[in-house]
């Protein structure tokens, strides 16, 4: 069965740093595009970061040079590093895989259950 399991969330104070794993069972990893997404009270889910299966990253504007995405295959883990966090940086991080299949099966989808992120100004 597929799983993504996210760990690493918690409280830290204005200008401090987190990191965030998640780890994939039941999917072929090599094959995911894995990314993270973060949804604060009120409003709509939206991505922070993606790296693909070739290690290709993109990031949201608000974090770009404070957070970085990176992947381990052997370890099917995916992290996302945060630096010089902010009040606005506060909410749940979902860790999202797009496993791709070929053209017959096509791109199956899998959320993680997240981890909360809270930042102190």
């Known amino acids: 069965q597929e799983q993504l399991v996210e760990s690493g969330g918690g409280l830290v104070q204005g200008g401090g740093s987190l990191r965030l794993s998640c780890v994939a069972s039941g999917m072929i990893f090599e094959r995911c595009t894995m990314s993270w997404y973060r949804q604060a009270p009120g409003k709509q889910r939206e991505l922070v970061a993606r790296i693909g299966s070739g290690g290709t990253t993109k990031y949201a504007d608000s974090v770009k040079g404070r957070f970085t995405v990176s992947r381990d295959n052997a370890k099917n883990t995916v992290s996302l590093q945060m630096n010089g966090l902010k009040a606005e940086d506060t909410a749940v991080y979902y860790c999202?895989?797009?496993?791709?299949?070929?053209?017959?099966?096509?791109?199956?989808?899998?959320w993680g259950q997240g981890t909360q992120v809270t930042v102190s100004s």
């Open positions: 999202n895989a797009e496993e791709d299949n070929g053209p017959r099966i096509g791109v199956l989808e899998f």
